[in-house]
């Protein structure tokens, strides 16, 4: 079994259900190690070039709507990297199948997601679904330095007029 790193994301219904600690509870059965967390706010560009592979299907503008946190008055996700042997596919077995109605009742997903009216699946948790594309999402999400392990090459660069903010 090779090690593998997969993105997790808590979606804003996650959060909005306080569904945190359930989540990461269960994942800590997979003894997979966390390398990298953080809670953010999602803006646009980052929910489309996540989601960029389903732009041309119809739940599209939902789905950014979804994971930006429009839905739910609740702009923050949890974004978590885990990382050991078979990572990928040992949290999605947790995660459960995307619709949550057909996904395992004792799966996240199975437990605590739902399909609304519109028929998006509101589904509590991310979980990337190969080696390719959980190495896309993590560069999406995470900077080298956030992450306590190095997992992909990096280079050192020396950025000008760089905007950043800072403590005042
Ligand atoms: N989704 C949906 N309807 C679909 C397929 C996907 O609402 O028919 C949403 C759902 O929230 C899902 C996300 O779009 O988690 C990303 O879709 P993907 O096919 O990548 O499923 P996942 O990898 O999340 O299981
Ligand atoms: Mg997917």
Same mark, same amino acid.
């Given at each position: 079994?090779?090690?593998?790193?997969?993105?997790?994301?808590?979606?804003?219904?996650?959060?909005?259900?306080?569904?945190?600690?359930? $989540?990461? %509870?269960?994942?800590?059965?997979?003894? *997979?190690?966390? $390398?990298? %967390?953080?809670?953010?706010?999602?803006?646009?560009? *980052?929910?489309?070039?996540? &989601?960029?592979?389903?732009?041309?299907?119809?739940?599209?503008?939902? *789905?950014?709507? &979804?994971?930006?946190?429009?839905?739910?008055?609740?702009?923050?996700?949890?974004?978590?990297?885990?990382?050991?042997?078979?990572?990928?596919?040992?949290?999605?077995? $947790?995660?459960?199948?995307?619709?949550?109605?057909?996904?395992?009742?004792?799966?996240?997903?199975?437990?605590?997601?739902? $399909?609304?009216?519109?028929?998006?699946?509101?589904?509590?948790?991310?979980?990337?679904?190969?080696?390719? =594309?959980?190495?896309?999402?993590? @560069?999406?999400?995470?900077?080298? =330095?956030?992450?306590?392990? =190095? *997992?992909?090459? &990096?280079?050192?660069?020396?950025?000008?007029?760089? @905007? @950043?903010?800072?403590?005042?």
């Amino acid at each position: 079994m090779a090690n593998e790193a997969t993105l997790v994301i808590i979606k804003p219904d996650g959060l909005k259900k306080s569904l945190t600690g359930n $989540i990461l %509870s269960r994942l800590a059965e997979t003894r *997979l190690k966390i $390398i990298a %967390s953080r809670v953010l706010q999602v803006d646009e560009k *980052l929910a489309v070039r996540h &989601y960029e592979h389903l732009k041309n299907e119809p739940f599209f503008p939902d *789905l950014i709507k &979804y994971i930006m946190g429009d839905m739910h008055g609740e702009n923050r996700v949890m974004a978590l990297i885990y990382f050991g042997p078979d990572a990928i596919s040992k949290v999605r077995q $947790i995660a459960g199948v995307t619709n949550p109605e057909k996904a395992d009742p004792v799966s996240v997903r199975g437990a605590y997601g739902r $399909i609304l009216t519109t028929g998006l699946f509101e589904n509590v948790m991310h979980a990337s679904s190969s080696p390719d =594309e959980a190495e896309r999402e993590i @560069k999406l999400w995470f900077e080298p =330095e956030e992450i306590a392990y =190095e *997992l992909y090459p &990096y280079q050192e660069t020396i950025l000008n007029a760089y @905007k @950043k903010k800072v403590w005042k």
